[in-house]
Structure formats: structure tokens, C-alpha cells
């Protein structure tokens, strides 16, 4: 997300980044690179300097390297990597050649938020569509190259293969010729049946799946930048509580603890804002957790202060006595002319449970004040 021409305070912008249960870093110095990164690193993905690069979702470099961009983040199903197959398997693409590159948090990717099993329902068809520009194009550039009709021709492997002689020719070599066509039209393209499926469907490894095993991959709380703080966040007990006094000096004597920050609570409705709280801010993660547990706070719990879960518990036993459920399922067999069976009443139920991560959620703020206005970038 980038924020512009927005002038904040400091406690307006902590209490805009501070996020649920998150470890949050901040880089509060102008790194000496920033227009090289600014060009190549934030904004530009190999993919999207490649010699052929039909989609926002990949590349092919003339010595037929393949970049895939995955918009959505790897929390441990694989996600990172089936978006990238989708794509190849249409590319008919040899895997071993395709690269994965991790998309930054830009608005031309679509939604990036990596919840509700959602990334294959809602970006199947955009990575197919990538997969198959790509494809057609180069056979376009194949056809013309060799004097035939595109009809003519089919693809194995990295390769245009026209089927009545038998010559064959790799995708690197037909890139810049395939880069001076047009984008291939949706509606013009022809998706490979399922049966021509290499990927889709089939078991693979992931794809860094190496270097998460033994350490080497890179997750945001592994992201340091010079001059960068940390902030833990303690929330109040209850949903919209607000903090009534607050004791922070035995905090701010805990060595690397330069600061606590209260930051407002949330407003109906929920979603997805900031809980508020305290925020101790320090030099290190040791620092701000040990910071945070000095604090001295008195809450005041707000409208939800005499919320129990019976209430709960007995507005969503009456909601399913509606059988919304047996109604949709009646209309479903009225469509096919069944007759809908007598619902019979059956109870059960379980305890609330918290739907939280297993590990700590981060957020890395990268922080530059030019002109006297607030440019920020959140990875999360």
C-alpha cells in the first residue's frame, strides 16, 4: 500500500500501522539506494522488464527464463507456488526453467490478501490467461517465422513444434519476435484441455520448499533496515475497550524501550482495523515484549463490558431455527422438480473458538519523510 501526500503526526501514523498482535518494524532513515530500488526492487519485478511480457504475472527473457509473479503470500499450503503452475501449465513451460518472483503490494496485482481460501477461486482464470497470451504469442511468431498457419503448430515443453514436419523451435528464441506482436485478446485464446494438464491437478513440491526447511527463505520478521524500531502492541481484554490511565514507567526503564504510544481504539464496524491499545516502541523485539509487560493499564471496557457468550450462543441457535439452510436446499430440488424431504431437527454445537495464527503476525513500515510529507510502503 502506498500512502501520499498525507501529512501525520506521530501518533496519528502509529495508530494507522500498529495492527493486531503484530511485531512492527520501521525505518526511520532515507536509505542511501532508494532510487535504485525504487526502480528495480518496490515497483519492478524481473517479469515485468522481460523481453516479453504479456501479463503482469510473467515474463520470458530471450535465453527462455520464465518469471512468474505470485501476488499472494506463502503461509504453508502452497499457495505461492499453485498460482505459478496455473500459469506455466498453460505456458506449456518446463518448471525447471520458470522462476518465481514475489510481488510487492501494488493495486495492478488485484486483491492480495492471502485468506479464506480464496487465490485459486479468484485468480485461476487471470494466471491461465497470463500462461496462454504468453504461449500464443510466441506461436504467432513461430507461424510467421516459418511461413505457416498458426493452426498448424502446437507446443511440448518450451517448444513450438509445427506437427506436419516435425521442426522445432524454443520459446527464448522466438521471444523478440513474439514481443513486437500485440497482446493476444482474451477471447481469442485457446486454454488447453484438461487432459493436456501437466501441472494442474498433479502433485509438486514447493517451490522454495528447501529453503523454508532449513532456513534460508526470508519472512517479514526477518526484515532489518538501519535506523529501525520495534512496537508491541497491548490490546485491551475487551472488543472497543479504551484505555482509562496508564503507568508506563516501569515500561521506559526497560533498556531499548524509548516510548509507548496510546492508540485509539476501533469504531463499528470491525473488519479489519486496528484493536488500539498501548504500543511500547523500542530498539528491539526483546526490548518492547519485556517493556510491555511493565505496563501498568487500567481499562475501561467500554459497550461490550457485560457481553458473556450465552447470549451469543442463544441469538445463533434461533437463527438456524429459521432453517435458512432446508429453505435453500427446498428451492434447489423445486428447480429439478424433487420433493423436498420434512427437515428433521438435529443440535449440536462447539465452544468459540479464536481464529489466530500459530505464529506472530508482523508488518514491515518503510518510512520516508520528503518535503515534509509522509510517503510510507507496508510488506507485510
Known sequence: MLIENISLNRRQF???????????????????DLHAQTAAAVFNTKADTAALHPSVYLGIEPNGTVFIVT?????????RTSLPLVAADELDADWSRCRIEQGV??????????????????????????????????????????????????????????????????????????AKLPVSAKETLKFKPKAAWKFVGKERPIYDLNNIATGKAEFGLDVYRDGMVF?????????????????????????GVSQTVTLDTIKPPVLFQALGGVAV?????WAVLSGRKKLKVDWNDGPHASYT????????IEKVKQHVAHRMVTR???KLGVAAPKPTPIGHSTAALVLAGLSG??????????????ISRLGS
Do not use: C
Not at 160 to 171: N, S, W
Open 71 to 79: 501476488h499472494r503470500s506463502e503461509m504453508g499450503t502452497g499457495i
Open 105 to 178: 503490494g501494488d493495486t495492478r496485482y488485484g486483491d492480495q490478501n492471502t485468506d479464506g481460501s480464496r487465490s485459486i477461486r479468484d485468480f485461476y482464470d487471470a494466471f491461465r490467461v497470463a500462461g496462454a497470451s504468453a504461449r500464443s504469442m510466441l506461436m504467432s511468431a513461430a507461424a510467421a517465422q516459418w511461413n505457416v498457419p498458426v493452426t498448424e503448430l502446437g507446443t511440448t515443453g518450451h517448444t513450438v513444434v509445427h506437427v506436419k514436419t516435425g521442426r522445432k523451435i524454443g520459446y527464448g528464441e522466438l521471444v523478440p519476435a513474439a
Open 332 to 334: 434447489e430440488r423445486e
Open 231 to 255: 512496537a508491541s502492541i497491548e490490546h485491551p481484554p475487551v472488543l472497543g475497550g479504551t484505555v482509562k490511565t496508564l503507568d508506563d514507567k516501569d515500561a521506559l526503564t526497560v533498556k
Open 309 to 316: 457468550s450465552e447470549p451469543f450462543k442463544a441469538a445463533m
Open 361 to 374: 503476525f508482523s508488518i514491515g513500515v518503510l518510512v520516508l519523510f520528503i518535503a515534509g510529507i509522509l
Open 281 to 285: 516502541v523500542g530498539t528491539s523485539t
Open 14 to 32: 502509529l495508530s494507522g500501522v500498529l495492527s493486531t498482535g503484530a511485531f512492527v518494524v520501521a525505518s526511520r532513515l532515507l536509505p542511501d
